[in-house]
Protein backbone atom coordinates (compact mmCIF):
# COMPACT_ATOMS: atom_id res chain seq x y z
CA UNK A 1 0.00 0.00 0.00
CA UNK A 2 3.01 2.66 0.58
CA UNK A 3 4.39 2.08 -2.69
CA UNK A 4 0.65 2.93 -4.33
CA UNK A 5 0.75 5.88 -1.86
CA UNK A 6 4.09 6.92 -2.98
CA UNK A 7 3.25 6.69 -6.51
CA UNK A 8 0.24 8.61 -6.56
CA UNK A 9 2.15 11.37 -4.04
CA UNK A 10 5.09 11.57 -6.51
CA UNK A 11 3.11 12.02 -9.48
CA UNK A 12 0.76 14.48 -7.63
CA UNK A 13 4.25 16.82 -6.74
CA UNK A 14 6.07 16.47 -10.24
CA UNK A 15 2.97 17.59 -12.04
CA UNK A 16 2.00 20.21 -9.60
CA UNK A 17 5.90 21.11 -9.97
CA UNK A 18 5.12 21.62 -13.66
CA UNK A 19 2.44 23.58 -13.31
CA UNK A 20 -0.58 21.62 -14.17
CA UNK A 21 -3.96 21.65 -12.77
CA UNK A 22 -5.36 19.95 -9.94
CA UNK A 23 -7.63 18.10 -12.37
CA UNK A 24 -4.60 17.21 -14.30
CA UNK A 25 -2.41 16.69 -11.38
CA UNK A 26 -5.15 13.99 -10.10
CA UNK A 27 -5.10 12.51 -13.84
CA UNK A 28 -1.66 12.04 -13.89
CA UNK A 29 -1.54 10.69 -10.58
CA UNK A 30 -4.20 8.02 -11.44
CA UNK A 31 -2.53 6.90 -14.39
CA UNK A 32 0.78 6.20 -12.42
CA UNK A 33 -1.42 3.71 -10.51
CA UNK A 34 -2.71 2.42 -13.51
CA UNK A 35 0.36 1.38 -14.59
CA UNK A 36 0.53 -1.19 -11.65
CA UNK A 37 -2.30 -3.11 -12.76
CA UNK A 38 -0.63 -5.44 -15.06
CA UNK A 39 0.89 -7.00 -11.94
CA UNK A 40 -2.63 -7.87 -10.79
CA UNK A 41 -3.46 -9.44 -14.45
CA UNK A 42 -0.69 -11.36 -14.48
CA UNK A 43 -0.84 -12.81 -11.09
CA UNK A 44 -4.80 -13.61 -11.92
CA UNK A 45 -4.15 -14.72 -15.34
CA UNK A 46 -1.56 -17.06 -14.11
CA UNK A 47 -2.77 -18.46 -10.82
CA UNK A 48 -6.61 -18.01 -11.77
CA UNK A 49 -7.56 -16.48 -8.24
CA UNK A 50 -8.20 -12.45 -7.25
CA UNK A 51 -7.47 -13.05 -3.52
CA UNK A 52 -5.10 -9.93 -2.68
CA UNK A 53 -3.91 -11.37 0.49
CA UNK A 54 -2.08 -14.00 -2.19
CA UNK A 55 -1.31 -11.69 -4.61
CA UNK A 56 0.29 -9.25 -1.83
CA UNK A 57 2.56 -12.58 -0.70
CA UNK A 58 3.23 -13.36 -4.82
CA UNK A 59 4.46 -9.75 -5.18
CA UNK A 60 6.87 -9.12 -2.15
CA UNK A 61 7.96 -12.80 -3.33
CA UNK A 62 8.41 -11.62 -6.59
CA UNK A 63 10.20 -7.89 -6.12
CA UNK A 64 12.76 -9.76 -3.63
CA UNK A 65 14.06 -12.17 -6.48
CA UNK A 66 13.44 -10.25 -9.18
CA UNK A 67 11.81 -12.09 -11.86
CA UNK A 68 10.90 -10.58 -14.92
CA UNK A 69 7.36 -11.57 -16.48
CA UNK A 70 5.99 -9.54 -19.13
CA UNK A 71 4.12 -6.70 -17.96
CA UNK A 72 2.12 -4.67 -20.37
CA UNK A 73 2.25 -1.40 -18.80
CA UNK A 74 5.53 -1.54 -17.91
CA UNK A 75 6.68 -2.58 -21.03
CA UNK A 76 8.89 -0.10 -23.39
CA UNK A 77 5.98 -0.86 -26.36
CA UNK A 78 3.60 0.91 -23.95
CA UNK A 79 6.18 3.67 -23.27
CA UNK A 80 6.72 4.37 -27.03
CA UNK A 81 3.48 3.95 -28.11
CA UNK A 82 2.32 6.64 -25.48
CA UNK A 83 5.13 9.19 -26.75
CA UNK A 84 4.13 9.09 -30.41
CA UNK A 85 0.34 9.90 -29.16
CA UNK A 86 1.70 12.47 -26.86
CA UNK A 87 3.55 14.13 -29.89
CA UNK A 88 0.97 12.94 -32.87
CA UNK A 89 -2.59 14.14 -30.41
CA UNK A 90 -1.56 15.64 -27.60
CA UNK A 91 -3.75 16.40 -25.43
CA UNK A 92 -4.96 13.87 -22.93
CA UNK A 93 -2.29 11.46 -24.22
CA UNK A 94 0.13 13.93 -23.14
CA UNK A 95 -1.43 13.59 -19.34
CA UNK A 96 -0.76 9.73 -20.33
CA UNK A 97 2.74 9.89 -21.16
CA UNK A 98 3.47 11.93 -17.80
CA UNK A 99 1.76 9.45 -15.31
CA UNK A 100 4.11 6.51 -16.99
CA UNK A 101 7.18 8.67 -17.14
CA UNK A 102 6.91 9.65 -13.77
CA UNK A 103 5.52 5.67 -12.43
CA UNK A 104 8.29 4.82 -14.36
CA UNK A 105 11.17 7.38 -12.84
CA UNK A 106 10.10 6.03 -9.16
CA UNK A 107 9.99 1.77 -9.97
CA UNK A 108 14.14 2.31 -11.48
CA UNK A 109 14.80 5.21 -8.47
CA UNK A 110 13.51 1.62 -6.22
CA UNK A 111 15.80 -0.82 -8.39
CA UNK A 112 18.81 1.30 -8.38
CA UNK A 113 18.32 2.14 -4.14
CA UNK A 114 17.31 -1.55 -3.42
CA UNK A 115 19.58 -3.63 -5.83
CA UNK A 116 22.52 -0.96 -6.25
CA UNK A 117 21.32 -1.69 -10.05
CA UNK A 118 19.28 -0.61 -13.00
CA UNK A 119 20.32 -4.26 -14.30
CA UNK A 120 17.17 -5.83 -13.06
CA UNK A 121 15.04 -3.24 -13.62
CA UNK A 122 16.24 -3.30 -17.26
CA UNK A 123 14.88 -6.93 -17.77
CA UNK A 124 11.13 -5.90 -16.94
CA UNK A 125 11.23 -3.29 -19.61
CA UNK A 126 12.25 -5.40 -22.66
CA UNK A 127 10.87 -8.74 -21.63
Same mark, same amino acid.
Given at each position: ??????????? #??? $????? *?????????????????????? #????? !?????? =???? $?? $???? !????????????????????????????? *?????????????????????? !????? =????? !????
Amino acid at each position: MLHLTFHFLFN #YLM $AKLLG *FSEVESVIISIIGLVVDLDHIF #YHSIK !YKTLSL =KQFK $AW $AYKE !YKIHNPHFYLFHSVYIFLISITLTVLLGG *FFHLIFLGIFFHMVIDVSTYLL !YFRSF =KPWFR !YLFY
